[in-house]
């Protein structure tokens, strides 16, 4: 996520001037420590903790509240409007659809805000996980069982896989199964009032904007999709070419500077700008 958080989400609130972030499972808080060096007023947290505790850690930064709660139980009750929100909270269905759901009728964002998704790729943009399967109704519960994940195989693995500890859906992809599922079916629900693209690499990014039905921000947010769409390839890019990805353009959504990074630009004209230029590693 953290490579995500500087490629993306950093440059996005610092051109956007975004203020108030609400962040949905934090960890031991790897994203919220980047994110808490931009010159932001508010910070909520809402994690029940299992990882850390968050209370303790941020006791001193007068700008974060920890709500040490699921993201169900706390979203109906948080006051406020959000700039940007990260969800990375319970991967699941249920648990994502209805988060979706909590901050479009609360209107805990910003019209022309963001919220961010991690894990919309393998192995759970198709499949839920549960933290706490107790607290998902059995009706939209998937069976589950405690073994790994394998690549291309709907299964869950007898031996080894991915995420073998944690409380996986024994079979992949259908409905009412995985976060990618829950943000395109939440999308279907309210069709033209958001825009929403995917970065496919490593877990994957998903990014989703509540319109003001604005052309330059819907110009901007197309702009943000090419961003996506290139970073997608450059995981391939990479393995093949061997680019090295901390090389990879920031600064997308100002698509002359980008074009440049397709040819080469001058190491001047790249530091005057800041967008660093493609190259390959020694
Ligand atoms: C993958 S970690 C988050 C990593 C973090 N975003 C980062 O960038 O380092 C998932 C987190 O979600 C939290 N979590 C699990 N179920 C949750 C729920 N229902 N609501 C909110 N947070 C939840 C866990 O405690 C854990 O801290």
Redesign the pocket.
Known sequence: ??QF?RHFIIPLARKRGWKSFC?????????TDELLKLPITSYTI??????ADLSLKYAGDARVTVQK????DALPNLAGTYDCI?I???HNWY?VINELRLIQQRGLLRPGGMIFF?DVEWPYGRRDLY??PD?IPTEYRQEYEHKGIVRGRSQLADHGGAARHLCNAVREGGSRNGVLTAVEDFVAEHASEYNFCRVRLQFGLGILQYRRKRLSEDLSFFLLRIKAGMYSLYGPLHRLKKLTLKEFPRDLEYPLRWTAAGRKISSSASRKSGTPRLQTSP
């Open positions: 996520m953290q958080v962040e949905i499972g934090a960890s031991t808080g790897l994203s809402i994690d029940p903790c299992f990882d709660s699921n993201s169900l990260l990375d909270g319970d648990t991690h933290y706490q607290t």
